[in-house]
């Protein structure tokens, strides 16, 4: 099966090109295998990510036939007799042929402070802290991120403006602010209602199509519409508030 694979070195090609492979054709052999067969044994040259190869790790997104996915959960099957095209992920700055940087996307994570700040200190000797089922399932589905990217590949609004929080530091900000036990969701929302924050997101909704783990990160951008548009008409409702 032919694999036409994007191939770029942005301190000496002018732009990217495409090289074709022929790989070994099975029913249950992945793009990611595809591309170590044509590492191994065809090209040592060829730059792409992967680690876990169980959509876990997220490292292996790409673009194949246009679309954000991860290699490793991508079969031949599902192009054969193909060919199948793969590109760098969209919207990132490519570092070499497959690999992209993602300096950006971390920094806008860590911005969010992607960890639990507790409501109430508590010491280790009174024990952990307690929730319950109804209160987990408010932000259950959000902790599946896997911080792959392919929600900001396929999102417009991020390729116009890259200062766009984007779709999955959103839902990430959105899965702390909803946890019981958290107590920095104010903080949080500073952010979010920012002009590169929720309000730049144009629901498209392309970003929950292409999330491997069935995260939906438009439902939390419109969830977060809801409560910044609401905490701002509350100001002027709110009693004993002159303003």
């Given at each position: 099966m032919k694999l036409e694979v994007m191939r770029y070195l942005p301190e000496s090609d002018?732009?990217?090109?495409?090289?074709?492979?022929?790989?070994?054709?099975?029913?249950?052999?992945s793009v990611l295998e595809a591309l170590q067969y044509i590492k191994d044994e065809l090209d040592?040259?060829?730059?792409?990510?992967?680690?876990?190869?169980?959509?876990i790790c997220g490292s292996c997104g790409m673009n194949i036939n246009g679309v954000p996915r991860l290699?490793?959960?991508?079969?031949?099957?599902?192009?054969?007799?193909?060919?199948?095209?793969?590109?760098?992920?969209?919207h990132f700055p490519v570092e070499r042929d497959l690999v992209i940087s993602a300096a950006d996307f971390i920094a806008k994570l860590e911005s969010i402070k992607p960890y639990i700040i507790p409501r109430v200190e508590r010491d280790v000797s009174e024990g952990e802290y307690l929730q319950t089922p109804l209160e987990l399932e408010k932000f259950n589905q959000f902790t599946k991120c896997i911080n792959c990217m392919l929600c900001y590949a396929a999102c417009p609004q991020y390729g116009i403006d890259p200062a766009f929080l984007g779709p999955g530091v959103i839902a990430l900000a959105h899965r702390y602010n909803a946890d019981s036990r958290d107590g920095a969701a104010e903080e949080r929302m500073g952010q979010l209602h920012a002009e590169e924050g929720l309000w730049s997101c144009t629901a498209v909704g392309y970003c929950s199509e292409v999330c491997p783990k069935d995260v939906d990160p438009a439902n939390a951008v419109n969830q977060n519409?809801?409560?910044?548009a609401l905490d701002y008409f509350l100001r002027f409702v709110k009693p004993g508030d002159k303003s």
């Amino acid at each position: 099966m032919k694999l036409e694979v994007m191939r770029y070195l942005p301190e000496s090609d002018p732009e990217p090109r495409h090289q074709v492979y022929e790989v070994p054709y099975s029913d249950t052999g992945s793009v990611l295998e595809a591309l170590q067969y044509i590492k191994d044994e065809l090209d040592p040259t060829l730059s792409f990510r992967w680690s876990c190869r169980m959509a876990i790790c997220g490292s292996c997104g790409m673009n194949i036939n246009g679309v954000p996915r991860l290699a490793c959960r991508t079969f031949l099957r599902e192009y054969f007799p193909g060919p199948v095209r793969i590109d760098a992920l969209a919207h990132f700055p490519v570092e070499r042929d497959l690999v992209i940087s993602a300096a950006d996307f971390i920094a806008k994570l860590e911005s969010i402070k992607p960890y639990i700040i507790p409501r109430v200190e508590r010491d280790v000797s009174e024990g952990e802290y307690l929730q319950t089922p109804l209160e987990l399932e408010k932000f259950n589905q959000f902790t599946k991120c896997i911080n792959c990217m392919l929600c900001y590949a396929a999102c417009p609004q991020y390729g116009i403006d890259p200062a766009f929080l984007g779709p999955g530091v959103i839902a990430l900000a959105h899965r702390y602010n909803a946890d019981s036990r958290d107590g920095a969701a104010e903080e949080r929302m500073g952010q979010l209602h920012a002009e590169e924050g929720l309000w730049s997101c144009t629901a498209v909704g392309y970003c929950s199509e292409v999330c491997p783990k069935d995260v939906d990160p438009a439902n939390a951008v419109n969830q977060n519409k809801m409560a910044s548009a609401l905490d701002y008409f509350l100001r002027f409702v709110k009693p004993g508030d002159k303003s």
